[in-house]
């Protein structure tokens, strides 16, 4: 944290914080003069909190290479797009100029960064999972009606997943398969499954079930405001399978036993605003196995990270129960 006194003759411009201050404070005069910037959570990027003269305001400062500007601009787009269709998210603030998007000095080096309206609220605890992911369902039902009618103006701005960019050569998160931490048995029950995944979807015809997406709408991307659900960090946003968010949103939580509980009553919510049939309702755990071996390779490639180091490798095991019960079909839902 550091706290910004413009008025100080012995403020040191060397640091890298106040550094940026400057550079926020320059882009936008809007914001009025700057008290503190505090870190606040890192993963895919390096989120802040800035407190200003007209409030605060979060600073998501992106990983190098992971987006181009033209995929930002996009992402903000679609937010923009979502809220004129009365689904709450974190709004970006424009500069004076009128762009989204600045590249600044930050502590982690030169960055594309983008300001947004502070939320207040808070993350969703467990004991109201239940309701959230009906709410989240209701909300997710919404978008996808809404990105059925959009996704071609987006087509070649925001990436694509296939199973090439999820789990294949090209996984935007790098491999699942690490011989230090993987035994023979572990890796044959994942290719198994991933063979089983694949035949399954080749009977699905997923050409209009496919469209921009979230593609990470769990409960730590959820705001709960005075009753409202505010949805949050649309950076993977993404075009891939429709069932592929809906299984993204129990990430990290494939393996609890309370899962079937508050996950049925988010497709039941969900299907109140978009159909989803039999065969997708049963392609569901294999999307929700699927999303795990992607993350996978997530906790593999972000080990450093403070949120992989609370995970701890037993998250990692359990991985292997999950994609195991998708197998047995001991995962399922309502029809």
Partial sequence: MVFVDYNSANMAKSDP????AMQIRELYP??????EITFVTSSENHTYRILSEQGSFAMRAERPGYHSLEEINAELQFVETLSNHQIATAKPVARTDGNFVSRLQTPEGDRFVTLFHWINGRHPEENEFYDTYGKMGH???CMHRISTKISREYIKRRPHWTLEEIIGSQAVWGSWDHPDYIDKSQRRLILDFLAVFQSRLAQYDSTERRGLIHADMRPTNVILNEGEVVIIDFD?????WYLFDIAATVSFLEHRQDLPEWFNNFIS???NRNPLSKQEVDLLPFFIGLRRVQLMAWYFSHRESAYAQSLGDSWLYQSFDVVSDVMNHQLSFIH
């Fill in 269 to 271: 919510q969900y299907r």
């Fill in 30 to 35: 809007q914001l009025g003069s700057i008290y």
């Fill in 17 to 20: 914080l106040i550094t940026m």
């Fill in 139 to 141: 909300i997710m039902g």
């Fill in 236 to 240: 993977d946003c993404c075009h891939s």
